[in-house]
Structure formats: C-alpha cells, structure tokens
C-alpha cells in the first residue's frame, strides 16, 4: 500500500523525532522503525481504529510509542495526516471541556 504525508503530518513527524533524538537518539530510530512497520504492514490494520472524539469521521488514528498518528485512506492509498503528543490530545480534550 502507498503511503504518502500531508505536508503538515510530515512536519509534525520531524519534529517528533527531532524532540525524541534530542534526549535519546535510540528512542528516536526505534520510534521510526516501529511506526514504519505500523504502517506498511498488512496486519497492523488492527491497530488502526477510528477516532474515538469523532468516530463518524474517515480518519483513523494508531498509537505508536507516546504518539497518536493520524490516518485517512484514500485511493487505495494511506496517508498520514497528523503526527501529535498523547500529552498533547489530553490537553487540547481538558480545553474543549
């Protein structure tokens, strides 16, 4: 399956990862690894699941490491469309309450 990144999700991506290497560059090549895997593997289908705050939506999000990434399938294709924080959902989730 192709995947392509929004240039916004791309951005978020680098700046993931630039944030994770600044404290452990391990950490930073296994968050890589294993959201490549996540994402180009058949069966991770699994572990993609529908947006619990909209579940409506054609989006889709996984958990890798500390992230939610965000996916929408389109044309035989997946893209990324969002690379954020756990940290970050809950505290945008606090606001809107």
């Known amino acids: 399956m192709m995947m392509r990144f929004t240039p916004t999700a791309r951005t978020q991506l680098r700046v993931a990862v630039d944030r994770m290497a600044l404290q452990d560059g391990a950490e930073a090549k296994a968050f890589v690894r ?41 044309s035989g294709g997946r893209w990324v469309i969002g690379v954020w924080p756990i940290d970050r959902t809950r505290d945008a989730r606090s606001e809107t309450c």
């Open 34 to 74: 294993a959201l490549d895997d996540r994402l180009r593997n058949p069966d991770a289908a699994r572990g993609v699941h529908p947006l619990p705050e909209f579940p409506e939506q054609p989006a889709r999000e996984t958990v890798v490491g500390s992230y939610r990434v965000f996916l929408r399938e389109v």
